[in-house]
């Protein structure tokens, strides 16, 4: 099987975190304190997000280095297929050829043949493309697992992961729970943790974000009574309620800023700004010695823009939606 690990001489960007569970640092483009995937070291090893595939290296060897060989382990699981979640799927795969792929069924399809997958993000992401998240190398099809609204992954031992369907960040995420730990991975479906303010913000892209998918996903995590939540962004937490709870503040007070602004002028300019000035503002400054360069990383990820975009796009949904059965029901009244 896989060899023990010496803890006390782990690098910096591998941290410990008890029942063999490491947190790993993916350096997405370089860059500390952006990504985390997790190395579940059990009798069937797993890994958990992969982050891009520019990281795919980094992952790998930070995976031989906790002791495993390529053969060693089992499964790689992805909460969802945005690139800084699962681009290097395809890369791990190869770098390990035993490990099964889990996917929710909504993305299966994208790691076997990311070609729109890329194509979408291109438009998204232009120039900036290769260099936060590279490319994704297809997966073989026959090495994917979707799962639905529940799944299971076999850890050994009778420890599993145990998948739940989470939409509202994406229509292809989940959560997944360790049934000996009570850790809940939460993907992005909790927004973004910033360890090193204790802030959480929303992460709420276009073009799935979904209020109403997201509070359930917020109330079904608070039903699961996690132990400790394992964010992708970033890293673990043991204020499980207070987390929650703080998540979906957050996300109610950028919804309703975005609103007020869409009711006025509909100017996504108009609605960041307003975000900045009234929502942002309140977040506690980074520490001197924190990376400029990470935090302005993760916010092109998740920052205003991104997140507004994707509030407006909901907007925008709700009032076609609106629109249309207003003339249905003047059609059956005529």
Same mark, same amino acid.
């Given at each position: ?26 350096m997405l483009a370089g860059y500390p304190g952006v990504v985390s995937s997790y190395l579940i070291r059990s009798e ?100 994917? #697992?979707?799962?639905? /609204? +529940? ?5 050994? *031992?009778?420890?599993? &992961?145990?998948?739940?369907? !989470? ?84 996300? #109610?007070?950028?919804? /309703? +800023? ?5 009711? *006025?002028?509909?100017? &996504?300019?108009?609605?960041? !700004? ?16 924190a990376s400029e360069e990470a935090a302005a990383v993760l916010d092109i990820l998740a920052g205003p823009e991104a ?16 629109t249309e059965a207003e003339r249905a029901r003047e059609e059956r009244e005529s």
């Open positions: 099987m896989h060899d023990d690990v010496d803890v006390s001489g782990l690098p910096e960007g591998i941290v410990p975190l008890g029942n063999e569970i490491y947190a790993i640092d993916t069937r090893p797993c890994i958990v997000e992969v982050g891009t595939a520019g990281s795919a290296r980094v992952l790998r060897d930070a995976v031989v280095r906790l002791g495993l060989a390529p053969e060693d382990l089992a499964t790689i699981v992805v909460t969802h297929i945005h690139l800084d979640h699962a681009g290097g799927t395809g890369d791990m795969a190869a770098h390990f050829p035993n490990a099964e792929i889990v996917v929710h069924e909504r993305g299966a399809r994208h790691l076997a043949d990311p070609t729109r997958l890329m194509a979408s993000a291109k438009l998204v992401w232009g120039d900036r493309l290769e260099t936060l998240f590279g490319q994704m190398r297809p997966t073989e099809a026959q090495r994917i #697992r979707a799962v639905a /609204e +529940t799944g299971e992954i076999d850890l050994g *031992a009778g420890r599993k &992961l145990v998948s739940h369907y !989470a939409p509202g960040h994406a229509k292809h995420h989940m959560g997944l729970v360790d049934t000996l730990t009570g850790d809940l991975y939460v993907g992005d479906a909790l927004g973004v943790y910033n360890p090193l303010t204790g802030d959480v913000r929303p992460a709420t892209p276009p073009p799935d974000f979904d209020l109403d998918s997201c509070l359930r996903t917020l109330r079904l995590f608070g039903d699961i009574q996690p132990q400790r939540l394992m964010f992708s962004h970033f890293g673990a937490v043991d204020a499980v309620p207070e987390t929650i709870d703080s998540a979906e503040t957050e996300l #109610r007070l950028w919804v /309703e +800023t975005v609103r007020e602004s869409y009711a *006025a002028d509909d100017d &996504l300019d108009h609605a960041v !700004a307003m975000v900045k000035e009234k929502v942002v503002s309140r977040y506690k400054p980074l520490p001197p010695d997140n507004v975009g994707g509030i407006m796009h909901w907007l925008d949904r709700l009032e076609q939606e609106q």
